[in-house]
Structure formats: structure tokens, C-alpha cells
């Protein structure tokens, strides 16, 4: 997911540039769009910034959910992995159960 992330912010970012670089010449009276320099850097600036914060939250969240798993019994941590990570399907009882035999585990995380 990480990685997803950060290649779809390369991507923006770079969008962002070549949209970007005629547009300081632009006239402002002519497009509805500001044709200063500064405004330009940050609107790039505050996109780099969202990105960062949007890859540090799932990095948390990865942290948070493999901790998880390494506190509960291998069998189920793999049902848990194979639900949420991989596009195996896994029924949805068996994962409520995996859930409700270790909400304690969960419940220290997200309460």
C-alpha cells in the first residue's frame, strides 16, 4: 500500500510540474488561475505535503496491524492477513470469530 502511495505521489507531483510550467506566464485576466510563481510552489509544496502525511498514516496503520498479528495465534493471524491483504476471499465468519477471540488484543489498539 506503501508503495502504491508513493508511486501515485510521484505521479501527482510530476503532473503538477508540467502542468505548471507555462503557467507563470499565463495572463491572469485570460485563465481563471493564479499566474504567480509563489502561488504555483505552493499549491506543489501543500500536494507534496498531503501525500507525506497520507504514506505516514498507512505506515501506521501497517505498524499497527502487524503488531496485531504477531500477538495472536499464528492460524488466525493468517486468516486475518489473508482477509485484509491479499485478494483471497476468506468468509466474513471466519473472521468475525478470529475478531471476537482476540478483541482483546484489537481492543488495546483501537479503543
Known sequence: MVEQLILEREAAIKDAYNFTYGVVKW??????????????????????????????????????????????????AEVLLKAFCSPIEVEVKEVKKVIRSNIHVVGKYYT
Open 27 to 76: 495572463d491572469i485576466d485570460q485563465f481563471n488561475y493564479p499566474s504567480r510563481t509563489e502561488d504555483v510552489v505552493e499549491e506543489i509544496l501543500a500536494l507534496k505535503e498531503y501525500y507525506q502525511k497520507r504514506i505516514m498514516r498507512c505506515e501506521i496503520k501497517h505498524k499497527r496491524f502487524k503488531e496485531i498479528l504477531e500477538q495472536i495465534p499464528f492460524n488466525e
